[in-house]
């Protein structure tokens, strides 16, 4: 499998997650798969393989103690460019999944940080602590309905 394919087969990969996490978070079947560590696995070991693959006795020199232009220079070649793309591949997902789970705990909307996470990982975070910090500002709960809304998303089998 050559770099391009890698890139695109990972590309392809993280879309399912994000469509349940976002379309039918409170599918039992969502959950079960999002209670998963395996899609981590796999994008963790392309990930793996390709900075592996990128490395370079310069690159690793010249990356050791980074400069602006050492890591332009370091990601004009396609295997980083790459190996850094799965990364964020990788940490949206991560991230994004962390999001999930405190709108089942909590019951805090998450469709438009997560929604956001996919495209631009760093602002569906932001988006979400701002909706968590709004929500419990506007709409403060119990400690006993956090706790209700986070046992209904639980016993929920449909949307």
């Known amino acids: 499998m050559n770099i391009t394919q890698l890139f695109s087969i990972a590309n392809v990969f993280v879309l399912p997650f994000w469509i349940l996490m976002i379309f039918l978070p409170n599918w039992k079947v969502t959950r079960r798969i ?14 793996l393989y390709l900075f592996v693959s990128s490395i ?42 962390w999001i999930y789970w405190e709108g089942q705990k909590t019951g805090i909307l998450t469709f438009h940080s997560l929604s956001l996470c996919l495209f631009a990982g760093p602002m569906g975070l ?10 419990k500002l506007f709409f403060p709960r119990s400690e006993t309905e956090t706790a209700t809304a986070g046992e209904k998303a639980a016993s929920s089998t449909g949307t």
């Open 34 to 47: 999002m209670e998963s560590y395996l899609p981590f696995i796999v994008l963790a070991a392309a990930y």
């Open 56 to 97: 370079t006795p310069e690159n690793a020199q010249a990356l050791s103690n980074p400069q602006l232009a050492d890591i332009a220079r370091f990601f004009s070649n396609e295997t980083a460019a790459a190996t850094g793309w799965i990364h964020f591949l990788v940490m949206d997902l991560f991230v994004g999944r």
């Open 126 to 135: 932001l988006s979400h602590i701002l909706t968590d910090w709004i929500t």
